[in-house]
């Protein structure tokens, strides 16, 4: 059990449009989900965490108009770059949880955006 | 402020020998969760073990177990018998309840190389 599935695994734009990458939990219902970054032989760093229903909670320095995050449902977030530009390519990973709380974390394959 | 330090960047190991990883973290809560997670070249992060930390035996799931020093804020991880399969970047990571939810923060990984 809790498989988190992320859409598209992999995306190539053009400078100036916008890109949607979907997160899933596909056997539970995650009453949080997570958005972060990850560059090339670095760590993760968080960029959002969504609750069903509310607005997103962005960590500091993330742009909230880049980066727009929907929490829809108890199973789907989606994260909008809008307007990409060269500097937004990086692989973005998604991580959802049960319960509130110390639950801990599961995470989708994550997602590579490249921008050109 | 939380934060987790993996002082090993990279860490090499015969197949079938036993290696760990030092993972030391900083914090002024009493109640938490510790994790390693590993990412293969796939990208995909798969939880390894957790710790709670109110729980003083220390965390073991087959082959992985922790050793857990609350008091020296340690949580190193052995791999016990090393399989080419093992071979990832591991992360350290630490879980506390930051407002409504749980935030992860994470170590800077070990690039795990098992050796034939």
């Known amino acids: 059990g809790a498989v988190v599935s992320q859409h598209p695994s992999w995306v190539i734009c053009k400078s100036g449009t916008s890109v949607k990458i979907e997160c899933r939990s596909l056997?539970?219902?995650?009453?949080?989900m997570f958005w972060y970054r990850q560059f090339p032989k670095q760590s993760l760093m968080l960029m959002a965490t969504s609750n069903e229903g509310s607005k997103a909670t962005y960590e500091q320095g993330v742009e909230k108009d880049k980066f727009l995050i929907n929490h829809a449902s108890l199973t789907l977030s989606t994260l909008t770059v809008t307007s990409a530009h060269p500097e937004d390519s990086s692989f973005y990973i998604c991580?959802?949880?049960?319960?509130?709380?110390?639950?801990?974390?599961?995470f989708g394959p994550g997602t590579r955006l490249l921008v050109l | 402020a939380q934060t987790v330090t993996q002082s090993q960047p990279e860490m090499s190991v015969q197949e079938a020998e036993t290696v760990t990883l030092s993972c030391t973290y900083d914090t002024s809560e009493s109640d938490y969760y510790l994790f390693w997670y590993k990412q293969p070249p796939s990208r995909q992060m798969i939880l390894v073990i957790r710790?709670?930390?109110?729980?003083?035996q220390n965390a073991t799931e087959n082959r992985f177990s922790v050793n857990f020093q609350k008091a020296a804020k340690s949580f190193s991880l052995k791999i016990s018998d090393s399989q080419l399969g093992d071979a990832a970047m591991y992360f350290c990571?630490?879980?506390?309840?930051?407002?409504?939810?749980?935030?992860?923060?994470f170590g800077t990984g070990t690039l795990l190389a098992v050796q034939p």
């Open positions: 710790q709670e930390a109110y729980k003083q």
């Open positions: 056997d539970f219902q995650a009453t949080t």
């Open positions: 990571a630490y879980s506390f309840q930051g407002g409504a939810t749980n935030k992860l923060i």
């Open positions: 991580s959802a949880n049960r319960d509130r709380g110390f639950e801990t974390q599961y």
